[in-house]
């Protein structure tokens, strides 16, 4: 086989063909599956695998998920409709694993019902596939395909359309698919089969260095083993296999961009003696944490040097990255140069704004900076605004910049771009950042900056290509915060008694947050008792002790304007209670609020609801974070309020990332849609892989000495592959 579309491997090749060529007419079912490629089904491996002659384990089953299963009937209960052609009944079905029960129910008319009670008698043994419902609080299986096979596997009863099914149980263990209801399993394992035929002996894209450092087995061995394993054992070998290939691509793309970088050349910036770092300092009002300075001064080397900074800060909820990132803004200007911080929302960059000009004083008013001053700019603004902005910046006036996406205009030119501070850098993606990066003669310097913790195998994952620093310590004289759930349907009375306790934080000359998970009602259903979105709360308010406080509402369809006018009433002090959504996250600091009601706070992650309480306790009053949440019949309730109760027992963010970690997918940690399949991942799991994750770090950094520019075929291709699944996101 010839390698094609840029590829320089005959693996690489084979495995990025499209799909349709193995499944012809199902292309479309695969492709709604995500499975596009070749490779994409070769990494679509079995959720679990049986033995054909062993039942299905019934008590594990999840409601919403597509299952087969092999079982046997244990009773049969017809339900015939009265005489008629047209009559309709019901065939109810108990099937058993020898310890656990699961409902079956057919519909249709009455001759159905007696052709299906004659093959799905007490005994008989089939494979059922549907997607598992729930009725009374049971999981059930509505209306399932199945056939009946014999001890062997072979069919005996059921419908033609289904004989598939029995083919696929028949052999070694068989695996069982993620699937949907128009892809049964079965049907993903006969295309798994087909591309393996079509794949046939695949050379291993790796060296035989790798291979041997690794001892795992060859690729094409790794396939036909998670596909069509003989025996239990060589799934677990292919397996590793596999997720080690996902560790050691993205580790390999990391790896080469960190060399790449250190090609990257920038102006050295240094502080001057007696310049702007050194009035800030003297003025700050308290002393850097030990933490604060240790990471300034790794800061500080990176910006002296000739070699542009790529760094990651990252750093517990009110750790004080902010005032961190401001030094190394007037070290940079203080050198001559400009320095940008960009922001994911406007209520950030200007809650950036505000906070930067008052931490800098008369520093920002112009004649001490030497002529510059902070700017900000945003989409919102104004033509005029934009335009006076836009020329402060070309015109090298502006020494720090903060603004948005608008920053990444073309239309935005600076004089001398020196640094440039990504804030919240999981929500924009790497263009955008080199976008920003590419309005400098020389690469600027960047720093990164995450408000969540982060745990070391997602550092290692997603931001491989970093240099990363931690600040842990939270600075002297913030208060204490005290988190309590508050479980509205076992005590709905507490929740008058939220609202009690805020009129009384108020009373005391406090703030309170009110945060809500959307705007509107879900549906077209409002609910004035237990409703929570933002304006069913709002509405609530006016009937509780609150009713005779000033009360703000803020979220992100309101004009910029408002936006601005609201959240600077609450700062001021105007506002007892600000009603909000998630816009108040991150960066919002009003030392004065002392308390927060998250209301159905199990709609929210861990480390965003970390975030949120980290907008109390910022002053000297201590504070309290009220999670109302409703304990729901539905499938994972219990471990919604275990999660809760976990983050209410703990305020150390790292804990609470790797807890977050392991009960969600890596991706979403970071707060948006970015799981596994940001990084191209389907196997690897971040937290149970960690060990794996740096031993192929080690093996990328190997690769990048023994081979700096990637000559070899299947480098290369790793690399390029990561980078398209990267422009696929």
């Known amino acids: 086989m010839t390698a094609l579309g840029g590829w320089r491997s005959e693996t690489y090749a084979a495995l990025d063909q499209r799909i349709g060529l193995v499944v012809g007419a199902q292309e479309k079912a695969f492709t709604a599956l995500g499975l596009h490629t070749v490779g994409d089904l070769m990494h679509h491996v079995p959720r679990r695998y049986v033995v054909g002659t062993e039942l299905s384990d019934l008590s594990d089953l999840q409601v919403g998920t597509h299952v087969a299963l092999l079982a046997r009937v244990a009773e049969v209960h017809p339900h015939p409709g009265p005489p008629g052609k047209k009559s309709r009944g019901r065939l109810e079905v108990q099937l058993t694993d020898g310890r656990h029960r699961l409902s079956a129910t057919f519909f249709g008319a009455n001759h159905l019902l007696d052709w299906w009670q004659r093959s799905l008698t007490p005994g008989a043994r089939g494979i059922f596939s549907a997607k598992v419902g729930e009725f009374r609080g049971q999981p059930q299986l509505g209306h399932p395909d199945y056939v009946i096979v014999d001890e062997q596997g072979f069919f005996v009863a059921g419908s033609d359309r289904n004989r598939s099914m029995a083919s696929v149980f028949r052999g070694g263990p068989i695996g069982i698919y993620p699937a949907s209801a128009k892809l049964p399993t079965w049907d993903i394992a006969e295309a798994a089969g087909l591309a393996l035929h079509a794949l046939g002996d695949l050379p291993d894209p790796w060296p035989s260095w790798v291979r041997e450092r690794a001892e795992l087995p060859p690729l094409s061995e790794a396939l036909q083993a998670v596909h069509r394993p003989s025996t239990l054992a060589e799934v677990d070998a292919g397996l590793a296999r596999l997720a080690f290939d996902e560790a050691l691509e993205v ?69 004080g990255k902010t005032v961190v990132a401001l030094r190394a803004m007037l070290a940079v200007v203080d050198a001559g140069g400009q320095a940008a911080l960009l922001a994911p929302t406007e209520v950030l960059a200007v809650q950036h704004y505000h906070s930067i000009t008052t931490m800098l004083g008369d520093i920002a008013a112009g004649g001490m900076l030497g002529g510059t001053r902070v700017t900000l700019l945003t989409g919102s603004m104004t033509g005029a605004q934009k335009k006076r902005s836009q020329l402060a910046i070309a015109s090298g006036e502006a020494g720090i910049v903060i603004g948005t996406h608008a920053l990444l205009s073309e239309a935005v030119q600076f004089a001398d771009l020196g640094l440039v501070v990504v804030d919240e850098q999981h929500r924009f993606g790497v263009e955008q950042r080199n976008a920003l990066t590419a309005k400098a003669d020389l690469h600027p310097h960047v720093l990164v900056m995450t408000a969540t913790p982060i745990p070391r195998s997602v550092a290692l994952t997603i931001y491989g290509d970093l240099e990363v620093s931690t600040l842990r310590e939270v600075p002297a004289g913030r208060a204490d915060v005290i988190t309590t759930v508050v479980d509205v349907t076992a005590h709905p009375r507490w929740v008058d008694r939220a609202w009690e306790r805020a009129r009384e934080e108020v009373a005391n000359g406090r703030q309170v947050f009110v945060v809500c998970p959307r705007i509107s009602p879900e549906g077209d259903a409002v609910d004035p008792v237990n409703g929570w979105s933002l304006e069913e709360v709002v509405d609530r308010l006016h009937r509780t002790p609150l009713n005779d406080v000033r009360i703000g509402v803020l979220h992100g369809q309101l004009p910029t304007e408002e936006k601005d006018r609201v959240m600077a009433q609450f700062s001021a002090g105007d506002l007892d209670v600000l009603v909000a959504t998630t816009v108040i996250e991150v960066g919002v600091d009003v030392p004065n609020a002392s308390m927060m009601v998250i209301c159905d706070a199990a709609r929210f992650g861990i480390s965003q609801l970390h975030q949120l309480r980290g907008r109390i306790g910022r002053g000297r009053f201590p504070g309290l974070c009220l999670l109302l949440a409703a304990t729901r019949e539905e499938s994972g309730a219990e471990n919604s309020m275990a999660r809760l109760e976990g983050l209410a027992a703990t305020r150390d963010g790292f804990a609470l990332a790797d807890l977050d970690l392991e009960q969600r997918r890596e991706g979403n940690v970071l707060g948006t849609t970015q799981a596994g399949a940001h990084t191209g991942m389907r196997l690897l799991n971040v937290t149970r892989d960690a060990d794996l994750i740096g031993f192929a770090r080690d093996i990328a950094e190997q690769a990048v000495r023994d081979d700096p520019e990637a000559a070899t075929p299947g480098f290369h291709d790793a690399i390029r592959r990561m980078e398209l699944v990267s422009l696929d996101e």
């Open 251 to 319: 580790q390999l793309t990391m790896a080469y961009r960190r060399a790449d970088r250190t090609l990257l050349a920038a102006a050295p910036r240094r502080a001057a003696d007696g310049g702007l770092l050194s009035t800030f300092d003297a003025r700050l009002p308290f002393e850097l944490t030990d933490g604060q300075q240790q990471v300034s001064r790794e800061i500080e080397a990176d910006l002296a040097g000739d070699v542009a900074m790529q760094r990651l800060l990252q750093g517990e909820v009110g750790s």
